[in-house]
T-cell receptor, first 114, second 114 residues
């Protein structure tokens, strides 16, 4: 089955700096890659996703890049703010059948310091 | 708009006791429904998913079972809890009939088995 690795496990940046989180996946058939943000005590929330026919997607301060050849994708947060502090999870899906069977990475705890 | 409800938010149960966690979705029809478990410091593990009433797929062998008695109701159960069942349980939904639809999570149930 699919295996997703995520790095780093913790990341501390100063407010205003950029943060980059990287994930690799094992199955070349995966074609959907969402990113989730999870605040303490809450469920994960989708912040951005990308499909395999696209190399980059941007939404304000958040961008995701996908390299299908190398089987890795990254989350980029620019101009970080204290409210960006949370756990971030990447995921991958092979997109078969009729359900979104996501395989998640182990998460990155982002801390934005003043 | 669509909303997802999970309850209870926290639960402490003794080993050997039964379990019933409930999840309901509003504002959508024929959703795909999912149960995930999140262990501390790790990613989310898919336990069960359902593409329709009484249609349940299990992803990992375990002490738990799932049922979907109504279109927008998903229940996670156990007859006898084990210590290893402790964790953060998350229910999620996605659009039916599409394997790469984004997942939308509830706020989870923190289960502690003592």
């Amino acid at each position: 089955g699919e295996n997703v690795e995520q790095h780093p496990s913790t990341l501390s940046v100063q407010e205003g700096d950029s943060a980059v989180i990287k994930c690799t996946y094992s199955d070349s058939a995966s074609n959907y890659f969402p990113w989730y943000k999870q605040e303490l005590g809450k469920g994960p929330q989708l912040i951005i996703d990308i499909r395999s026919n696209v190399g980059e997607k941007k939404d304000q301060r958040i961008a995701v890049t996908l390299n299908k050849t190398a089987k890795h994708f990254s989350l980029h947060i620019t101009e970080t703010q204290p409210e960006d502090s949370a756990d971030y999870f990447c995921a991958a899906s092979m997109g078969t059948g009729t359900a979104s069977k996501l395989t998640f990475g182990t998460g990155t705890r982002l801390q934005v310091t003043l | 708009s669509q909303t997802i409800h999970q309850w209870p938010a926290t639960l402490v149960q003794p080993v050997g006791s039964p379990l019933s966690l409930e999840c309901t979705v509003e504002g959508t029809s024929n959703p795909n429904l999912y149960w995930y478990r999140q262990a501390a410091g790790r990613g989310l593990q898919l336990l069960f998913y359902s593409i329709g009433i009484d249609q349940i797929s299990s992803e990992v062998p375990q002490n738990l079972s799932a049922s979907r008695p109504q279109d927008r109701q998903f229940i996670l159960s156990s007859k006898k809890l084990l210590l290893s069942d402790s964790g953060f349980y998350l229910c999620a939904w996605s659009g039916g009939g599409s394997y790469n639809s984004p997942l939308h999570f509830g706020n989870g149930t923190r289960l502690t088995v003592t």
